[in-house]
């Protein structure tokens, strides 16, 4: 059964960093991207990025709102994606959801809270 | 970046109604387009990819059509399982893009 299971959420002040991951089971992971998507309360769905897989040198793509402050990096071997936060402000609060990519996102985690407050 | 609209917002049913979502996207998406059910505290459901091929075990009563600029995702015969938002995505470039979401309530 594929399973995804975001952790590393919690409360964390603003222009402070978190790292959150992505433990993937079920499936091969390195033969699939991973990717990010957040959704703030109340809101829709926002694409943050996508880690390719090292077929195609572990490549990232980032939404302009988390460019340069958001990286993401992957441990095949581990099969754990993780995404680093940095920088973060009040509007990245969120749940966020790792999510398996293929023909769209076809596997999602439950999704782990990130509350960004003073 | 590609702009997804979806529309409506909210959408107010009865149960073994057909309800139709709409998703158009403000460029070109050939047919890079996935439909997701999102339901609280739950994982969201992937449904429809490549805008009209349905996901393995989603049941036949969704369906999506369209290409291009112009999506719709259809529900017929509504469940009570059904009542929840839906949002479209779509994948065409190497930033992706949802739309706003649609929530389909019970009426």
Redesign the interface.
């Known amino acids: 059964e594929v399973q ?1 299971v975001e952790s590393g959420g919690g409360w964390v002040q603003p222009g402070r960093s978190l790292r959150l991951s992505c433990t993937a089971s079920g499936f091969t992971f390195g033969d699939y991207a991973l ?1 990010w ?1 957040r ?1 703030a309360p109340g809101k ?4 943050v990025g ?1 880690i390719r897989r090292k077929a195609y040198d572990e490549t990232t ?1 980032y ?2 709102s988390v460019k340069g402050r958001f990286s993401m990096s992957r441990d095949d071997s581990k099969s754990i994606g993780y995404l680093q936060m940095n920088s973060l402000k009040i509007e990245d609060t969120a749940v966020y ?1 790792c ?1 398996r990519e293929k ?9 782990t809270l990130v509350t960004v407050s003073p | ?1 590609i702009q997804m609209t979806q529309s409506p917002s909210t959408l107010s049913a009865f149960v073994g109604d057909r309800v139709t979502i709409t998703c158009r996207a403000s460029q070109s998406i050939s047919s890079w ?2 439909w ?1 059910q ?1 339901k609280p ?6 449904l429809i ?2 805008a009209s ?1 349905l ?1 393995s075990g989603v049941p036949s009563r969704f369906s999506g059509s369209g290409s291009g600029t112009e999506f719709t995702l259809t529900i017929n015969n509504l469940q009570p399982d059904d009542f929840a938002t839906y ?1 479209c ?1 779509q ?1 065409s470039t ?8 649609t929530k389909v309530e019970v009426k």
């Open positions: 995804l990717a998507v959704q829709g769905l926002e694409w996508f793509e939404a302009a959801y999510a023909t769209g996102l076809d596997f999602w985690g439950q999704g | 970046d387009l996935a997701y999102l505290g739950k994982a969201p459901k992937q990819y490549r091929n996901q949002s995505q994948y190497s930033t992706w893009t949802f739309g706003q979401g």
